[in-house]
């Protein structure tokens, strides 16, 4: 099991993609990059696989890897496209990297770890995308690698492929408890895959810490809005089904009422001038015109 930890990582092209990135992925553990697209979450991938080159400082295990090329690092990556090898069965893709190491050892046991077992023979091209990731991971992770990355590596798929290959990739880390680091741009995803999520914005990591940490108490007013809180001029921070239309709080007019599958929501104009959520339980009678927000419970921000 190894700890990779960043130090003050900076990459730029025409600008600045990584602005000082410093992270840490415990040993065993899978870890989840999330953000939304362009916030430099592959490029972070590529610093840690050796195959992009950037300023500060990569450690496995306290050992210093930037000067590392990426053959060395010991390091495996799945990406969004499986890039199997067409010409090779699904055996000969799964074996791939240990036959690179005059090894072949592992690969029946890896194939049925993944599922795959039964496709031995098959040619990828006859392989569903489903299939495809699943021998893309077993190929990786057969070399036993330090650390295995993936990049948003389900994003093709449909979601109930995506649920599937989720729970896989959490029994094999669990199994092996090799090293992962998962980049997602989707909430839910990094929630029920990951021990900790690693939120990064706009090239920075804005919070690091478990699901709950990051959802249930947010650090800073960039990370509330990225987990669905709305953040008001006043810095009060609150979420839509964490208040109610109440006797008292801030004054405002509903503009809109929706019935919808988790109960009645209200779109609320204030008198700031600032639009609002509102999500109550339940399907009572419908308030219009002047109402007060009730904010059952707030953060706040400078």
């Not at 099991?1 to 600045?16: K, N, P, Q």
């Not at 503009?255 to 109960?263: C, T």
């Amino acid at each position: 099991m190894t700890r990779v930890e960043l130090e003050d990582i900076r990459v730029g092209y025409a600008a600045e993609v990584l602005r000082g990135v410093s992270a840490e992925f415990r040993a065993g553990e899978l870890t989840a990059v999330l953000g939304p697209s362009g916030c430099g979450k592959t490029t972070l991938l590529k610093v840690v696989a050796g195959l992009l080159a950037g300023e500060g400082r990569v450690r496995f295990d306290g050992e210093e890897m930037s000067g590392v090329p990426a053959e060395r690092r010991e390091v495996a990556m799945v990406f969004q496209k499986p890039l199997l090898f067409p010409h090779l069965d699904v055996r000969g893709n799964v074996e791939f990297g240990l036959r690179m190491r005059g090894r072949t050892e592992d690969v029946a046991a890896m194939m049925a770890m993944a599922g795959v077992a039964d496709l031995a023979g098959r040619r990828v091209g006859t392989l569903s995308g489903g299939q495809e990731q699943r021998v893309a991971l077993a190929r990786a992770l057969v070399t036993r690698p330090r650390v295995l990355l993936l990049d948003e590596p389900f994003s093709a798929l449909d979601e109930t492929l995506r649920a599937e290959m989720r729970s896989l990739v959490r029994r094999l880390q669990r199994e092996l408890r090799t090293t992962t680091v998962f980049v997602t741009h989707d909430q839910e995803e990094a929630s029920l895959v990951a021990d900790r999520i690693v939120l990064l914005l706009n090239g920075r990591v804005e919070q690091a810490g478990t699901a709950a940490e990051l959802y249930g108490r947010p650090a800073t007013a960039e990370a509330a809005r990225f987990f669905g809180w709305q953040v008001l001029r006043s810095g009060q921070a609150f979420r839509p089904e964490e208040a109610r239309l109440g006797e008292a709080g801030l004054a405002g007019e509903v503009r809109e009422v929706v019935r919808w599958a988790r109960g009645t929501r209200y779109t609320v104009a204030l008198a700031t001038g600032e639009t609002v959520t509102v999500d109550e339980a339940g399907y009572g009678a419908e308030r219009r015109g002047a109402v007060r927000v009730e904010l059952l419970r707030y953060l706040e921000f400078s």
